[in-house]
């Protein structure tokens, strides 16, 4: 979640100790693991209930009831447990086996097959391996990238791309290396970020790895709709101004292009930022988008909005089949109108081109095409609003939204900030007015859709 401007760090880790101690049986120094198990035991709680994060700051006095939850504290001790999970699964795990290995050499869990091969016989030797492309981070438009470099003269390379926002299967290549030891292999890459892990298997055994990421772009595809947005128009109805906070950059609520994007097995929404700047440490940290579709094969439609807390609805004749919203700090949400949620959204956020894409699987989604429609809201994200977006105050604050700048005069400036839409630009058809679209005071506010030509 976003936070409202304060700095957060977290605690002292009880299963660490228990981690040390295991090492510390490797030396045989049982009176180390010994008090580190004693050190565990003294930060759980209850019968030995061994939690997340132990607290190691003064203590603090529980706060009377009623107070904001946002500060107060439940009580803590320094050294007792910090009010996060408890028992934390692994850690109460970690505990027990410290136990049982007290009475051993070494910890008992410990498999045979990796004392053999790192403490009878030693560290292994690795292998060389250098790769010398990709670089890291480096933005691929194709669907396959080079990787290049040395390693021992023979030796058998494997690249294995594992796609990470999408979730697609990885794909490995496996290439020779000359008898000068440099090789060549053509990697698969597909949208998003994309890991290589490259490993070297010389004929001795021996063995090394190196790992790239790259980006990979949308490529071979169809473009089913495209429309632009006016420059400056991030301000709802016309009066809307951003929260004060050095946080908020200004573009970062304008939307300038919609795009639905399909190839041969997925569909990709994507909408073009003014400003896409980190925020509150994530690239996508103050945005969130929504986008409500009508799929005119469908019969269940919906025009309420994500949350009633929104103050708006989809129009009647663009009601919506289904709805994605994302944001930089919670999965993609995507359900249908009749409350099945859907599975297999992927979201990439890029500060380069100042886009946000989401892609989905074109066998759930469908097949986007002539008659469909699509109605697109970008507002701020709230981890700690019921709704998830943030809210509004008569003027601005510094981390909410003003229905008006200070001293503003249009009659919207005297509305309830908490009526009025949570919207701060659209993707309105031809011919209409954003500014009437989202005005609350002439008509219950309805968002459109563009439909696809």
């Known amino acids: 979640m976003a936070d409202r401007g304060s700095t957060r760090s977290g605690h002292v880790w009880p299963v660490l100790a228990g981690e040390r101690a ?39 006095a529980a706060s009377p009831y009623g107070a904001d939850p946002a500060t107060a504290s439940i009580g803590m001790r320094d050294g007792g447990p910090a009010g996060s999970a408890s028992p934390l699964t692994w850690a109460q795990a970690q505990a027990l086996r410290l136990i049982l290995s007290l009475g051993s ?24 391996l250098t790769v010398t492309a990709p670089a890291d981070g480096t933005a691929v438009a194709g669907t396959s990238v080079t990787v290049e470099g040395s390693t021992a003269p023979g030796a058998r390379v ?32 597909s949208f998003g970020e994309v890991v290589l892990t490259v490993t070297a298997t010389a004929s001795d055994g021996r063995t090394a790895h190196a790992r790239r990421t790259v980006i990979g772009d949308i490529v071979g595809a169809t473009t089913v709709l495209d429309v632009t947005d006016p420059d400056g128009d991030d301000d709802g109805p ?21 795009q639905v994007i399909t190839d041969a097995t997925t569909v990709y929404l994507r909408a073009e930022l003014r400003d896409l700047s980190p925020t509150f440490g994530n690239q996508m940290g103050a945005q969130l988008l929504d986008v409500y579709v009508q799929d005119q094969a469908v019969a269940a439609r919906s025009t309420e909005a994500a949350f009633p807390q929104r103050n708006y609805r989809i129009a009647e004749q663009d009601a919506w089949t289904q709805r994605v919203e994302v944001q930089g700090f919670a999965a993609p949400v995507w359900v249908t109108a009749g409350g099945a949620a859907q599975a297999g959204a992927a979201v990439r956020a890029s500060g380069t081109t100042r886009t946000i894409t989401v892609a989905l699987p074109k066998s759930t989604f469908g097949t986007p095409g002539p ?29 909410q939204f003003g229905v008006c700048a200070a001293g503003g ?4 400036c005297a509305a309830d900030p908490g009526t009025v839409p949570k919207a701060m630009d659209v993707i309105v058809p031809a011919g209409q007015s954003q500014a009437d679209v989202l005005n609350p005071l002439s008509r219950p506010v309805a968002v459109p859709a563009v439909p696809v030509p």
């Open 105 to 128: 050499t070494r910890p008992v869990e410990q498999p045979d097959v990796v004392r053999r091969r790192y403490v009878d016989r030693g560290m292994p030797q690795a292998a060389p």
């Open 22 to 60: 295991e090492q510390a049986l490797q030396t045989r120094d049982q009176a180390t693991a010994a008090s580190l198990l004693k050190a565990m035991r003294d930060m759980s709680s209850g019968t030995g209930l061994v939690p997340e994060q132990a607290w190691e700051n003064p203590g603090l």
């Open 158 to 189: 494997d690249v294995a791309a594992t796609p990470i926002d999408t979730g697609a299967p990885t794909r490995i290549v496996s290439v020779r290396a000359g008898s000068d030891g440099t090789f060549t292999a053509q990697a698969p890459v």
């Open 409 to 412: 005069t249009d009659p919207l």
């Open 238 to 258: 016309g009066t809307y101004a951003y929260p004060t906070a050095a946080d908020f950059h200004d573009g970062a609520f304008d939307l300038r292009r919609f």
């Open 371 to 399: 008659g469909w429609r699509f109605a697109v809201v970008l507002t701020g994200q709230d981890g700690f609003s019921a709704d998830q977006a943030r809210g509004f105050a008569a003027t601005p604050q510094p981390y």
